[in-house]
């Protein structure tokens, strides 16, 4: 897509949106309520006109420039967050729902389909309310791809189902779409996008901000906003000399070169480590302030000596301190810096 622009009575939602998805990949594209997710996705399904820009798909042009293919004939399969499946049908009626007629008798089809999303071939004569959520939400997996199409859409398919259900049905759905469909999935889940998608791009008021590998994104991402809300980080003030940054935390590496001055210095939680007691001339000085045990682990807040900065740092649940300890901490890795010189 390229240019895509797209107002609701005067108010723009769409500022110009380019993007493509590589065939045979997964694009997670992820944002916060309200900042555009559906409103693109119903763009390229075709179900809403943009104002402005292109959609291309196998390289034919599906809307601009005095285009506007029908949705039915984009060869895009949607997969909805819920209620996909008509519960009038049985399963295997609900997957032959979108096959020309001449196709819908073919059994193996059927069977080829369950097969694919993980569900056994008996189910295909029961009725979808003998089945859980997760085993639904295959099932409009199975009907959205059983026309082989160029694109499958996937609108937040897991939200509606608890965390058991969740990781299941995403296994069946990475592992079906393992077999080289192209897919975006719409998702405000940081987690899910980072584990799911080849790439990740990332829209905020209608912009995207960045478009990565999962990796990239969380090692480096582009603004601190970003990085706050793909996951948990400390941002301290820091000068950049060199290829490293000085900041209370120490002469820290960076992981991507940044202009000398003054900056804001990123680190995620898990960076900052115990050291060992052998390690005495290492690390600063720190005491507990407050500990957030999950079990496998547990968030602590750390209070630098000689600083009236707090920092957070994660560590697994068997090296939980307890609160009031005095402990050295030090940083792993790189580090990323945001300068300032626009303040
Ligand atoms: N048909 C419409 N008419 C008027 N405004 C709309 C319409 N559809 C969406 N909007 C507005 O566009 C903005 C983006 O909405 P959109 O549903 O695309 O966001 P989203 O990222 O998908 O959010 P969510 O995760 O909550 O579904 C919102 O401010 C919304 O109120």
Do not use: W
Not at 127 to 132: E, F, K, M, T, V
Not at 279 to 295: I, R, W
């Amino acid at each position: 897509m390229s240019g895509l622009t797209k107002s609701f009575d005067g108010h723009a939602v769409l500022h110009g949106i380019d993007l493509s998805v590589a065939a045979g990949t997964l694009l997670a594209l992820l944002g916060p309520s309200g900042s555009g997710k559906t409103t693109l996705l119903r763009v390229l399904c075709g179900f809403e006109r943009a104002d402005g820009g292109t959609v291309e798909i196998d390289g034919r042009l599906v809307a601009g420039d005095g285009v506007h293919v029908p949705s039915e004939a984009r060869r895009i399969g949607y997969v909805p967050q819920e209620g996909a499946v008509f519960p009038h049908l049985s399963v295997a009626q609900n997957i032959v729902f979108g096959l020309p007629r001449a196709q819908r008798r073919a059994r193996h089809r059927v069977d080829e389909l369950l097969e694919l999303v993980g569900l056994p071939g008996s189910y295909g004569e029961r009725p979808p309310q003998a089945l859980s959520g997760g085993q639904q939400q295959r099932v409009a997996l199975a009907r959205a791809l059983a026309p082989a199409p160029s694109l499958v859409m996937l609108d937040e398919p897991f939200s509606s189902l608890d965390t058991a259900l969740r990781i299941e049905t995403r296994e069946a759905v990475t592992n079906a779409l393992a077999a080289g469909a192209t897919a975006v999935l719409v998702t405000h889940d940081q987690s899910e996008a980072l584990s799911l998608g080849h790439a990740v791009a990332v829209l905020s008021n209608g912009r995207l901000v960045q478009t990565d590998t999962p990796e990239a994104l969380y090692r480096r991402p582009a603004t601190p906003e970003l990085a706050t809300f793909i996951g948990d980080a400390v941002l301290l003030p820091g000068v950049v000399h060199g290829d490293r940054v000085e900041c209370e935390m120490g002469r820290l590496m960076l992981g991507r070169a940044a202009n000398a001055g003054l900056v804001d210095v990123m680190i995620r939680p898990l960076q900052i480590r115990f050291c060992s007691d052998t390690d005495t001339d290492q690390g600063h000085e720190a005491t507990v302030e407050s500990l957030t045990f999950y079990g496998h682990d547990a968030t602590v807040g750390l209070r630098l000596v000689n600083s009236a900065s707090v920092v957070s740092a994660r560590v697994a649940g068997h090296l939980s301190p307890r609160i009031g300890e005095r402990v050295r901490v030090r940083v792993e890795g790189e580090v990323i810096a945001y300068s300032r010189a626009q303040e």
